[in-house]
């Protein structure tokens, strides 16, 4: 049977949540990353933003150059987080078969829905209007037989797009388009091809199967299928997170020790809350410095025993911060990560809860339904920078990944 694959993605996600809560903010061109003169990156910039040149990735500087009319916001983490859920929901409501790729983005694979819902187009239509109407949110769709064609589909024609990939015409959708837009091909790989002279799809298509293996090795055979619109990868329904994490841009470079342990143990908390969420436990820490001039460090180290507690991810944290630490050096960022994670099921088979499990409950419902910034530590009152935000819950993208 062929398949029908969606891959559905929100158009310029965090801006637009920021507009779909400020209408005042319509038909101008939003920023989110930072307030304006801050040191941070862009997160994501609406489309009238990009018209500037503005893209995520890009630091908030570099934006304000580019577009010194630009309404700069610090963004909303929380929100986004919860309307991605309400929008995963919907997209559950049409088929079991839902792998998230971000936030903002997701394959559907509808093939056994189809006797219910229609083929994939009326799907489509049918998901992009509840995703409006229940949402308040614009979303591009693509259809094909496969994941690669769906989501070439939907960046193709964005925002609100609905494409629609016939099954047998995946090699022909695909060949007039830049080499760039194929899954594996960066800017080495295509610098590659176009010394071969292949700058499209379809040229690469037709390249000799060995030229490819002789230039890329095994790499070189997956270029040659998905060239042709081949592509038998399953749509595969959420996966636990392979790391948790958060990491923070300070407003000004710090160096002194005492405020960056500070902003580990805010780090580390967040951190343990979300494992929790997620009923995972960490077997190892890793911390991210980023000194000023850009140099980037990380470094890990193991825990004595898997945790889901911030106490001892901040010990591992402090110890990682005390070796890694360059004295008389600023750090512009820093991040705490959760890694080597396990089902926390496995490590309290035999483990009644403790006080402390307890009280971390009571202060992740807390949390949970008055925000993050409900309950804190005494220690923390003073250290707490809003610009934080987190990640690692979903497969990392490239710097473009919110179109």
């Known amino acids: ?63 304000v150059s580019l ?11 929380d929100r986004y987080r919860d309307l991605s859920a309400q929008v995963m929901r919907i997209f559950a409501s049409y088929t079991p078969l839902v792998e998230p790729i971000s936030l903002d983005e997701a394959f559907l694979d509808v093939t056994a829905s189809r006797e219910v819902f229609g083929d994939g187009e009326t799907i489509g239509r049918a998901l992009k209007q509840r995703v409006l109407d229940e949402a308040g949110l614009v979303v591009s769709v693509g ?59 379809g040229q690469l298509a037709v390249l000799p199967d060995g030229t490819l293996r002789r230039r890329f090795g095994s ?32 407003e000004r470079d710090v160096d002194d020790p005492a405020r960056l342990e500070a902003t580990l143990l805010d780090l580390a908390e967040s951190v343990a809350s979300r494992l929790r969420n997620h009923h995972m436990a960490a077997g190892a820490v890793q911390l991210k410095l980023r000194y000023e001039g850009f140099e980037t460090l990380t470094r890990q180290m193991r825990v004595p025993l898997q945790t889901r507690e911030s106490e001892p991810i901040y010990a591992a944290g402090v110890a990682l911060l005390r070796k890694t630490l360059v004295r008389d050096r600023a750090v512009r960022l820093i991040g705490l990560t959760a890694i080597h994670l396990t089902d926390v099921q496995q490590l309290t088979l035999f483990d009644a809860p403790d006080k402390t499990d307890r009280i971390t409950r009571s202060i992740d419902a807390v949390r949970e339904r008055f925000g993050e910034k409900a309950i804190t530590r005494a220690r923390l009152v003073g250290h707490r920078d809003r610009r934080r935000f987190g990640f690692g ?11």
């Not at 158009?11 to 101008?28: H, Q, T």
């Not at 494409?163 to 060949?175: I, N, R, Y």
């Not at 819950?393 to 179109?403: N, S, T, V, Y």
Request: glycine share 8%; charged share 20%; net charge neutral.
């Open 1 to 63: 049977m062929t398949r029908t694959i969606l891959h559905a993605d929100l158009d310029a996600f965090y801006a637009s949540v920021e507009v779909l809560d400020d209408p005042s903010l319509r038909g101008k061109p939003v920023i989110v990353g930072g307030d304006r003169g801050t040191r941070g990156v862009v997160m994501a910039a609406s489309y009238e933003a990009r018209k500037f040149g503005v893209h995520s990735a890009m630091p908030i500087r570099t934006a």
């Open 219 to 250: 790499h070189g055979h997956d270029l040659a299928l998905r060239a042709r619109g081949i592509d038998p990868a399953p749509v595969v329904p959420w996966q636990a997170p392979k790391s948790i994490g958060h990491e923070l841009t300070f």
């Open 393 to 403: 819950e979903k497969p990392e993208l490239p710097p473009d990944a919110d179109p």
């Open 67 to 77: 577009c010194p009319t630009g309404v700069f916001l610090p963004g909303h983490p």
């Open 143 to 201: 259809v094909a037989p496969n994941k690669l064609c769906a989501k070439v589909a939907s960046d193709l024609r964005k925002p609100d797009a609905l494409v629609v990939v016939p099954p047998g015409e995946e090699a022909t959708f695909l060949a007039p388009l830049p080499v760039s837009r194929l899954w594996g091909v960066g800017p080495q790989s295509r610098q590659a091809l176009a010394d071969y002279g292949v700058t499209t799809i």
